[in-house]
């Protein structure tokens, strides 16, 4: 089977999380840290005659079956990125990955429940002496695991990696003067927070450029520009918060032009940070917090039963840990679900793109916003104007953007 071939103006649809070849070798090391736990404890169960053992074997044979599919998913979306059959990229698989890996949580959970139930009716003896160290060994091969996962919590999100203006997510404000438009941002990247002016034509001198801030609490401060070249930056870093009003002075030989630009702090919001989780990732992770944690459970009970002859608390743990790990399964299946089926992922995000767009008096009468892979968003936007501005012009006007990967734009023009 061919493809049709590229064009130099062909742009990329590789929508892969900017860690993806680092998360992808760190759990495949996990795969083989449980293929090798699995294998010796089935061989020593036989060995030694010790049915736990084996059955401790054979519940690590999930475990590694789970992790392998997270392994293959970041090898298969790697190897395909750049295949032409996948319209918007290969970056979703990870997702479609951790949706069934929720799943495979979900129906553990309900064995397990299913066993403590079983359990409490009909109790069963307890070989103590096997079942602890099985279980504490389980508990360590769980915590490496995690160390190599590089895994905080459930749903810990994993960096981003990607610089942008004004690392709240703010586009840079269009300001409208006499001569032209200017573009006001505060950068943040790599730098302390300045204030960065552009022009659509040529820029206006430093010197005859000033900002003030008003802030909420009616403190003020101006701050002047120096020529860099392509852009005129602030002298002076901006001290937080970054939520004030800037008001623009452009000082020509006839008058004194004011403008005003409200900047509102953004802190990162739960579609920001869904936006950018790597849900094959975070699936891994689950995986292995849920089997640390029955871990733990399982010590606790037996160690109380052992201790207190309290036999009730080993079914008791068992209901626990049911129950934790369909929490954590629901919330994996919410959000790959939600994904999977291209629901807006940050409403907030949704709302600057409208507004920046409209700044001018245009109208956005359609807007689509769903995700393409852990940090890339697409976008497709219907906008009617009764401006002459092109499509280009709206491209530009979403660069402040940084996670918008994939941008469709059609004109309506007003009559």
């Known amino acids: 089977m061919t493809h049709p071939a590229r064009t130099e103006s062909d742009h990329s649809h590789v929508f892969l999380a900017p860690g993806h070849t680092e998360a992808e070798r760190r759990t495949w090391a996990v795969v083989a840290l449980c293929t090798a736990m699995m294998v010796a404890e089935i061989i020593g169960g036989a060995l030694f005659g010790s049915i736990a053992l084996v059955a401790d074997g054979l519940h690590m044979s999930t475990h590694a079956g789970a992790l392998l599919l997270a392994a293959w998913a970041y090898r298969y979306a790697r190897n395909h990125a750049q295949d032409r059959r996948f319209s918007f990229g290969t970056g979703k698989l990870g997702d479609l990955a951790g949706y069934t890996s929720a799943i495979v949580l979900a129906m553990i959970a309900l064995l397990i429940a299913v066993e403590a139930a079983r359990r409490f009716l009909a109790p069963v003896p307890i070989h103590f002496r096997e079942a602890i160290p099985i279980a504490g060994l389980g508990l360590v091969v769980n915590v490496v695991s995690a160390w190599l996962l590089g895994a905080g919590t459930p749903g810990h999100d994993h960096g981003h990696g990607h610089g942008h203006s004004h690392g709240h997510g703010d586009a840079p404000r269009p300001l409208a003067l006499p001569g032209g438009r200017l573009w006001l941002e505060i950068f943040e990247t790599g730098v302390p927070p300045v204030f960065r002016i552009r022009a659509d034509g040529a820029l206006p001198a430093a010197a005859s450029v000033t900002v003030e801030t008003l802030r909420p609490g009616g403190a003020t401060r101006t701050f002047v520009f120096a020529d860099r070249g392509g852009y005129l930056e602030s002298r002076d870093p901006i001290p937080e918060p970054h939520e004030f009003t800037a008001v623009l002075r452009l000082a020509t030989a006839a008058e004194v032009h004011t403008v005003r630009s409200h900047f509102a702090e953004h802190a990162q919001t739960a579609g920001h940070a869904a936006a950018h989780r790597d849900n094959n990732m975070r699936a891994a992770v689950v995986h292995v917090m849920a089997d640390a944690a029955v871990s733990v459970l399982v010590i606790l009970g037996l160690v109380s039963a052992r201790a207190f002859g309290w036999m009730w608390m080993d079914p008791l743990v068992g209901l626990v840990g049911a129950a934790v790990i369909a929490s954590w399964a629901y919330g994996l299946m919410r959000d790959t679900g939600a ?15 409208r507004a920046t767009l409209e700044a001018e008096g245009d109208q956005v009468s359609d807007l689509h916003l769903w995700r393409l892979g852990p940090g890339h ?27 918008l990967s994939h941008v469709t734009i059609e004109l309506r023009r007003a009559h």
């Open 339 to 353: 994904v999977l089926l291209d629901m807006t992922p940050d409403r907030e995000l949704e709302n600057r793109i």
């Open 377 to 403: 968003l697409g976008a497709i936007v219907a906008i009617a104007t009764s401006a002459a501005h092109e499509v280009d012009e709206y491209h530009r006007r979403l660069a402040g953007f940084p996670t």
